[in-house]
């Protein structure tokens, strides 16, 4: 009987031993996934930050811009509709104010100046302003569109081949 003792006493600490091994070895797999997803995690915070960053030094400058064309159709409103167009068309067509370029359409009978403000290497600002009526509104200008667009080309030749191509 006492051989029988003395082997269970075996089994028991070694089956301990094995649970042991194998619960460190889940806690260090478990660490180092946790460690790899902080990490992914940062990664895309830090680009996000430099993303909003870019964006809203773009922001700056656009503003900056419409506060300039702002100030010049303040002072071009004195004059009669017709006179008012042409002198705007003339004041804005590929004129530059801050190292951006401005330029001046009619589409539908509305007035349109529109610029773009590089947002970083792959995006850009894209503005449009729609000159209103001095007389019949309380502003100069509308703000038609204010939009961030990737200038870069979208590359879709990343190919998962997740089952062979069989050939007959």
């Given amino acids: 009987m006492k051989k029988d003792k003395e082997q269970s006493s075996f089994v028991n600490i070694g089956s301990s031993s094995l649970l042991i091994v194998f619960l460190v070895l889940c806690l260090a797999t478990f660490s180092i996934l946790s460690l790899s997803s902080a990490k992914s995690d940062y990664t895309l915070s830090e680009r996000l930050a430099e993303h909003k960053n870019q964006y809203y030094e773009a922001s700056l400058k656009a503003e900056s811009v419409l506060d300039k064309v702002d100030a010049t159709l303040e002072e071009t409103?004195?004059?009669?509709?017709?006179?008012?167009?042409?002198?705007?068309?003339?004041?804005?067509?590929?004129?530059?104010?801050?190292?951006?370029?401005?330029?001046?359409?009619?589409?539908?009978?509305?007035?349109?100046?529109?610029?773009?403000?590089?947002?970083?290497?792959?995006?850009?600002?894209?503005?449009?302003?729609?000159?209103?009526?001095?007389?019949?509104?309380?502003?100069?200008?509308?703000?038609?569109?204010?939009?961030?667009n990737s200038t870069g080309t979208w590359k879709g030749d990343n190919n998962l081949n997740l089952m062979p191509v069989v050939k007959e």
Avoid: M, R
């Fill in 77 to 148: 409103a004195v004059q009669k509709k017709e006179e008012y167009i042409k002198a705007i068309t003339k004041k804005f067509d590929k004129t530059q104010v801050d190292g951006i370029t401005l330029s001046c359409s009619l589409q539908e009978e509305e007035l349109i100046i529109s610029y773009q403000v590089p947002a970083g290497e792959k995006q850009i600002l894209n503005v449009e302003l729609v000159v209103t009526d001095y007389q019949n509104h309380e502003n100069y200008y509308k703000i038609q569109k204010w939009q961030i």
